[in-house]
């Protein structure tokens, strides 16, 4: 099985950085998943992480450690449309490619 | 456009009855999967297949029931049997390659009369 946890929400202000951060504990990694889900409508796929590192996609950052069962998503420039819930989810290495999600972290943008 | 389309968007619900919920893709994916959910809670699996005519159990599968005669659809029926029916539903799809994320449905709101 898979523990994870995340914050259960944050708030930022518009044009700031906010950082939301994912711990996990599993019996063997094969990726990890960062969704962006307004309220009522769909999950939608911000980034992948199955390697050490930092991934920039734009606005959007994410880094993963490994070792440390750790990774987090990093929003540059905050704007009000990104208030939204940011879901973490680990896929581990049994062969359904089916990941686990977390609880998810409420951000709130304010002006 | 390809995507993934679930229907109805709002779904009542009496005591005893089933529902069906709809979730149909055109993005030509192998797999396909139900989740659950719930305020404060992550989403949680419900059935999940990988190929037609083949489906597994997730980690909530009691009072739910599948089936996947066609790679463009998989309805969920939610039973007289599940006890808490009002959720959220999400229905996703996948292309069956490592990195590939899972794709996701509008998601159809279940509620009980």
């Known amino acids: ?111 | 456009d390809g995507g993934i389309t679930q229907s109805p968007k709002y779904l009542f619900r009496k005591e005893g009855q089933n529902v069906t919920l709809s979730c149909e893709q055109n993005l030509n994916h192998d797999a396909m999967y139900w989740y659950r959910q719930d305020p404060g809670q992550g989403l949680r699996l419900i059935y999940y297949s990988q190929i037609v005519n083949d489906f597994q159990k997730g980690d909530i599968a009691e009072g739910y029931s599948v089936s996947r005669e066609k790679k463009e659809s998989f309805p969920l029926t939610v039973t007289s049997a599940q006890k808490n029916p009002t959720a959220f539903y999400l229905c996703a799809s996948r292309r069956e390659s490592s990195n590939q994320p899972q794709h996701f449905g509008d998601g159809t709101r279940l509620s009980i009369l």
């Open chain 1, 1 to 111: 099985g898979q523990n994870i946890d995340q914050p259960t929400e944050m708030t930022a202000t518009e044009g700031a950085i906010v950082q939301i951060n994912c711990t996990y504990q599993t019996s063997g990694f094969n990726g990890l998943f960062w969704y962006q889900q307004h309220a009522g409508e769909a999950p939608t796929f911000l980034s992948y992480n199955v390697l050490d590192g930092l991934e920039e996609k734009g606005r959007f950052s994410s880094f993963l450690s490994r070792s440390k069962g750790y990774s987090y998503l990093l929003l540059k420039e905050l704007q009000m449309k990104d208030s939204a819930s940011y879901l973490c989810a680990v896929r581990d290495q049994g062969g359904s490619y089916i990941p686990t999600f977390g609880r998810g972290t409420s951000l709130i943008v304010h002006p």
